[in-house]
């Protein structure tokens, strides 16, 4: 009787000290699990955290997009906090470039557009400019392929040959664009790192850098990652100074279009003759050519001008610009579609394109009445 009491007794301890083991081994377990779980939590969310004791003129400390930002600048781009928190403390919220950004010229019907750009000021401009650099536009023309009066144009477009570069600071309009502006905040925020680097990598002071209220510079108004990506040393100084050099800028914009594809001695653009309303049954326009000429006619559309440049297999996009009392429709081949790469509006190009023409009859009219009074004195 003793002996099985002593059995049980022993039993009993032995079932208690293994459940206490097991009590143990399973809290031990728990707690590296925990641990674990706790380093897999910690590693994911790594994200930088924005502290700063700078006091800054805007509100982008609270902003979430900015703390983000900021860790990109730092983590990817090897930027300092210090020196981005001198930088971004001394600018300002601009709330008139949202409003700028939500009315631009380029939604007006053609007919009020093409007045800014299609006029007899800036049609002397280029003329001016070309006379004053036809060397360098030779030379790029002859290296790139794109005319040189595609170049002037684009120059008249953007800041009328040099004398409207933008008086906005690039740091404040891009960070607005950036951080207040929801719609394309994700593009500026790339566009403002490319700013950074840009400005590091050409030793800009970035709050001396002004440009247009969309963050565009120099002479060609270039965007930072088209600064970085397209623009050229053109004149072999070492430098891609797109706000003084001629050379560089000329260069530059011969570069770009280059870049984009431009074919050397093709058509841009031209008009076309619309009968009845077939045509509408045609794809939805787009700014790049979808449609050869051939199918165009069999709805009714085909050059207004017949030419031998107009084969059946050439693709062109159809364009309409709004007159104030009727449509005016054009064919854009590939080059055109080159050109709204610079900018996406069929608006911009036109106005390119039809400014290029214009200061190119000015300027061989010019060449010509040159010409007769050097004969008529040597007579």
């Not at 144009?153 to 207040?180: C, K, N, P, W």
């Not at 510079?217 to 706000?243: A, C, E, H, T």
Request: positive net charge.
């Amino acid at each position: 009787m003793r002996s099985k009491i002593i059995t049980i007794s022993l039993g009993k301890k032995l079932l208690f000290i293994a459940i206490v083991l097991a009590g143990l081994s399973s809290c031990v377990n728990n707690s590296v699990a925990t641990k674990n779980n706790s380093q897999a939590i910690t590693k994911s969310n790594q994200a930088f955290k924005y502290e700063s004791q700078v006091k800054y003129k805007n509100n982008y400390q609270k902003n979430p997009l900015f703390a983000q930002f900021i860790g990109t600048a730092i983590k990817k781009y090897k930027f300092n906090q210090a020196e981005l928190d001198a930088l971004f403390s001394q600018i300002k919220n601009r709330p008139d470039i949202i409003k700028l950004m939500n009315r631009q010229a380029e939604d007006r019907p053609w007919y009020k557009y093409k007045t800014y750009f299609l006029n007899q000021k800036r049609v002397r401009g280029g003329v001016r400019f070309w006379r004053k650099n036809a060397k360098l536009l030779a030379q790029a023309q002859e290296k790139f392929g794109v005319p040189a009066e595609i170049i002037v144009a684009i120059i008249g477009v953007e800041t009328r040959y040099g004398q409207h570069m933008g008086r906005s600071r690039v740091l404040e309009s891009l960070s607005t664009l950036a951080f207040d502006y929801p719609r394309r905040a994700k593009f500026f925020q790339s566009e403002l790192h490319h700013f950074l680097i840009l400005s590091r990598e050409q030793k800009f002071k970035p709050l001396d850098i002004k440009g247009s209220f969309a963050g565009a510079m120099g002479v060609p108004q270039f965007i930072p990652s088209s600064y970085r990506r397209y623009s050229i040393d053109f004149n072999g100084d070492g430098k891609k100074d797109l706000f003084n050099s001629k050379a560089d800028i000329i260069g530059s914009v011969g570069n770009y279009f280059h870049t984009f594809g431009w074919r050397r001695g093709q058509a841009i653009a031209t008009r076309a003759r619309v009968r009845g309303k077939k045509f509408k049954k045609l794809p939805t326009p787009k700014l790049k050519p979808y449609a050869t000429l051939k199918k165009f006619k069999a709805f009714n559309v085909k050059p207004r001008y017949p030419s031998s440049r107009w084969a059946s297999t050439r693709k062109a996009a159809l364009l309409t610009l709004k007159q104030r009392r009727y449509s005016e429709y054009w064919f854009g081949f590939h080059n055109f579609y080159v050109i709204t790469r610079y900018n996406h509006s069929t608006h911009y190009a036109m106005a390119v394109f039809q400014l290029s023409k214009r200061i190119k009859r000015a300027r061989n009219k010019q060449i010509k009445r040159a010409r007769a009074k050097s004969k008529s004195r040597a007579k």
